[in-house]
């Protein structure tokens, strides 16, 4: 059975502090390959594992809440047997294996370290952007439609989440176009702390299946599958959010495999460009709920029963992300 990646369980506490400069810390920062890079013994240290195991290229560490799992060579991590997917490869020096910097403070810390998330709010309101919409009717089959399936699922949530006393904002509650940018305008009117997740389904050829769970790319960072570009260097205003989308993503992915159950094909937690997530102020995901061009993953998504599946996982995430960031720690966080 996949072990739910519950961040509030993923609290690694302790008196120690991440600063800027983690020389303070006893970081042991090296260059490779024109990157900063840290070990992943100070890794185990710093975050209170226990256990510290290599077989080959592959690297597992431990304590009683999380094992996380690294293959040097790769940029694919798990921890609890969730899939996330990290900007840089996993690399072997000397006797040492090390991580990125950016992947440090920028993944790991805000998963491992939800409540010292400084931006994080304990909020009330939830942003539902339905995908798509009116003459945009996203990805298709014989079945149906990404964008008729992407707004009900929205209003699933709505009523659920409503029903835990959630405010719930829809940018769209019918069959209506908006640009992305009117998303995100519309998302940004709203004054008080609130998340912001965007549904989607996929689509990608007969064999591509599975969920997957997009934040934005911190400054540095390219779009996903796309090289960097002199561009990537810029901040966007959901760059504020980095450690909270990347907690937010981590509550909803994981909360929903658990409910689609161990037969689900998880394609991980990734970082990408797409323009709601640059745009919006609030912290913000973008989910795809599996690919309407598999056969059998087409005939899933158009099922009421998957569909509730979907959107209880994703209530519980809420629910869990908002206990796992309401008491904050002060204390510095990666940089």
């Not at 195991?53 to 609890?80: I, Q």
């Not at 539902?128 to 707004?151: C, R, V």
């Not at 004054?191 to 299946?209: M, P, Q, T, V």
């Not at 745009?279 to 709920?289: D, R, T």
Request: aromatic content about 8%; some cysteine; hydrophobic content about 40%.
């Amino acid at each position: 059975m996949r072990v739910l990646l519950c961040l509030s369980l993923f609290f690694v506490c302790g008196s120690k502090v991440f600063s800027k400069d983690p020389k303070n810390n006893g970081w042991n920062v090296v260059k490779l390959e024109g990157k900063d890079y840290l070990s992943v013994q100070d890794i185990q240290r710093f975050y209170n594992f226990t256990r510290l195991t290599r077989t080959g290229n592959s690297v597992a560490l431990e304590n009683s809440k999380v094992e996380m799992k690294l293959t040097v060579g790769g940029n694919e991590c798990l921890m609890n047997n969730v899939k996330f997917v990290f900007s840089d490869p996993v690399i072997a020096s000397g006797n040492g294996v090390y991580v990125s910097r950016i992947d440090l403070a920028k993944l790991i810390d805000p998963v491992l370290r939800p409540s010292y998330i400084k931006n994080a709010s304990n909020f009330r309101t939830v942003i539902l952007d339905a995908g798509h919409g009116g003459k945009d009717s996203g990805a298709s089959n014989p079945i149906g439609t990404e964008s008729k399936y992407n707004l009900t699922l929205a209003k699933k949530l709505k009523t659920l989440l409503e029903a835990k006393g959630f405010k719930v904002v829809m940018v769209r509650e019918t069959d209506v176009f908006y640009t992305l940018q009117e998303r995100v305008n519309i998302a940004n009117k709203v004054a008080e702390e609130a998340i912001f997740i965007s549904l989607h389904f996929n689509s990608g050829g007969k064999a591509a299946r599975g969920i997957e769970t997009f934040t934005l790319s911190p400054p540095g960072v390219s779009h996903y599958g796309s090289d960097l570009k002199a561009s990537d260097a810029q901040t966007r205003n959901g760059n504020e959010n980095d450690s909270a989308n990347i907690a937010l993503a981590t509550a909803i992915h994981s909360s929903v495999l658990q409910r689609l159950g161990e037969n689900t094909f998880d394609r991980g937690i990734k970082r990408a460009r797409f323009s709601v997530l640059s745009g919006v102020k609030h912290p913000a995901v973008l989910f795809e709920g599996g690919f309407m061009s598999h056969p059998y993953e087409a005939r899933l998504i158009a099922h009421e029963s998957y569909q509730n599946a979907l959107a209880v996982g994703m209530v519980d995430a809420v629910n869990r992300y908002r206990f796992a960031v309401g008491g904050k720690k002060d204390a510095a966080k990666p940089q």
